[in-house]
């Protein structure tokens, strides 16, 4: 049998916190859970046109529950460049399964019409809502490959940083 306690307000009797035993949960559908972000700074260049994963811009998350969704949150700094031509193209992308499927994809491009050569640089974010229906490990990793330029930077000068930030969510 299933006991309901109706109330409109909880209150700690002592001080100003709350405790929920170990071993027990409270279920509060919408609330974050957890929250765990990694900032990098180091440098890596990628010249290759098929999907490289970033050494840095990865982290783990393992969710409490099945039913959680991860908010992800992944803001690089890229640089994407051509020296002798006028397009310079580039995919960045998040996975949780080791690249073999992508959250999402997303296109930065610069074209000079002059085509005497081009360089962008852009610290962008994505966010996606993942619905990974497990309590198991996950790893997000974030990839980069090159469409048309000479060479892609993630973090391209010393102060840059690229971050990602995961989190749980309760359903």
Excluded: W
């Amino acid at each position: 049998m299933v006991s309901i306690l109706k109330t409109d307000k909880i209150q700690a009797s002592h001080g100003s916190t709350i405790e929920i035993p170990s071993g027990h949960n409270l279920h509060a559908p919408g609330h974050v859970i957890q929250v765990v972000s990694v900032n990098v700074n180091a440098q890596e260049n990628v010249s290759s046109s098929s999907y490289v994963a970033s050494s840095g811009v990865t982290l783990q998350i393992t969710p409490s529950s099945a039913s959680s969704k991860i908010l992800t949150i992944c803001s690089p700094t890229l640089r994407i460049y051509e020296n002798n031509s006028n397009d310079a193209n580039m995919r960045f992308a998040l996975s949780r399964d080791g690249g073999s499927t992508f959250l999402y994809e997303a296109v930065i491009r610069n074209y000079d019409y002059g085509g005497s050569g081009s360089l962008l640089d852009i610290a962008t974010s994505k966010t996606i809502l993942d619905t990974p229906n497990t309590t198991s490990t996950l790893t997000y990793t974030m990839y980069v490959k090159k469409v048309a330029g000479d060479n892609i930077e993630i973090n391209p000068d010393g102060a840059d940083r690229s971050t990602l930030t995961l989190m749980e969510i309760a359903q």
